[in-house]
C-alpha cells in the first residue's frame, strides 16, 4: 500500500472549517483513500473514503486532487468534539495481497479551540 | 444494531503469565482484524481473518501472540509468556468484506504487563 503523509498537528476554531491535507504520491490506480479519526482512548472510528471522485457525508467532504496524489479531508464545522488524531491511508483492493488491511501512520493531532 | 465489543477493556497481568483477549465482531461481518497500538503511534496491523481461517497472520510480532475464531465469529486473540514490551492497546476491527467492506473498531483492550 502507498505511504501517506501528513502534517503533524494543527489548529481549527470551532465553528470554522477544518481542512485537513494528505499527501500520497505513490497511490496507484485500484487504491482507495480513507479517512478515520481516533478521539483519545478509542478505537478508531471512519469517517469516508473515496478512489477518485470528491466524496461526502454527514460527517465530512473528502476532496481528491485529479492526479490522485492528495487529498483533503473537510470538517465543515468543527466542534471541540472534533479534537481527534486523524488518520489519512490508503488501501489496497481486489487482486492484493494485502487483504484490505489498513497501515496507520502517524496522522494529525488536530486541536479544535473555543 | 451493536458495534464491535471487546473483553476485557483493561487487563493487568504479570511478566510471563498467558492472557486472552476477546473480540466479537459486528454480526453477519466475516473479515476480522487485530491491530496493536503502542503509545503515541498509529495501530499496527497483527492478524486478519476470513470466517474461520486465518488468511494473513504477517503481523504477529512472535509465535507467543496466537489467534483464534473458531466459528467464524467471536475471535481470541492469545499471548504466552508474556513480555512488559507487549503492553499496549490491542484492538479489533471487523467488516462486512474483506476487500471493500470500512472496517469498524471495537474500544480496544489496555494490557498492562508488570
Known amino acids: 500500500d502507498a505511504k501517506t503523509t501528513q502534517p503533524p498537528s494543527m489548529d481549527c476554531a470551532e465553528g470554522r472549517a477544518a481542512n485537513l491535507p494528505c499527501n500520497h504520491s505513490?497511490?496507484?490506480?485500484?487504491?482507495?483513500v480513507y479517512w478515520y479519526r481516533q478521539i483519545h482512548s478509542q478505537g478508531p472510528q471512519y469517517i469516508i473514503h473515496?478512489?477518485?471522485n470528491n466524496e461526502t457525508n454527514e460527517m465530512a467532504s473528502l476532496i481528491i486532487t485529479e492526479d490522485r496524489k492528495s487529498s483533503t479531508l473537510i470538517l465543515p464545522h468543527a466542534t471541540l468534539r472534533d479534537t481527534a488524531v486523524y488518520y489519512c491511508?490508503?488501501?489496497?483492493?481486489?487482486?492484493?495481497?494485502?487483504?484490505?488491511?489498513?497501515?496507520f501512520g502517524q496522522g494529525t493531532i488536530l486541536t479544535v479551540h473555543p | 444494531g451493536a458495534g464491535v465489543s471487546q473483553t476485557p477493556s483493561n487487563k493487568v497481568t504479570e511478566k510471563g503469565k498467558y492472557v486472552e483477549l476477546r473480540c466479537d465482531p459486528i454480526?453477519?461481518?466475516?473479515?476480522l482484524y487485530w491491530y496493536r497500538q503502542s503509545l503515541g503511534q498509529g495501530p499496527e496491523f497483527l492478524i486478519y481473518?476470513?470466517?474461520?481461517?486465518?488468511?494473513?497472520d504477517s503481523g504477529l510480532p512472535n509465535d507467543r501472540f496466537f489467534a483464534v475464531r473458531p466459528e467464524g465469529s467471536v475471535s481470541t486473540l492469545k499471548i504466552q509468556r508474556t513480555e512488559r514490551g507487549d503492553s499496549a492497546v490491542y484492538l479489533c476491527?471487523?467488516?462486512?468484506?474483506?476487500?471493500?467492506?470500512?472496517?469498524?473498531f471495537g474500544p480496544g483492550t489496555r494490557l498492562t504487563v508488570l
Open positions: 473515496g478512489l477518485k
Open positions: 481473518f476470513q470466517g474461520t481461517g486465518a488468511a494473513d
Open positions: 491511508i490508503v488501501r489496497g483492493i481486489a487482486g492484493g495481497t494485502s487483504y484490505g488491511k489498513l497501515t
Open positions: 476491527a471487523s467488516a462486512g468484506d474483506p476487500v471493500l467492506g470500512t472496517q469498524y
Open positions: 505513490t497511490i496507484s490506480g485500484n487504491e482507495y
Open positions: 454480526s453477519g461481518h466475516t473479515a
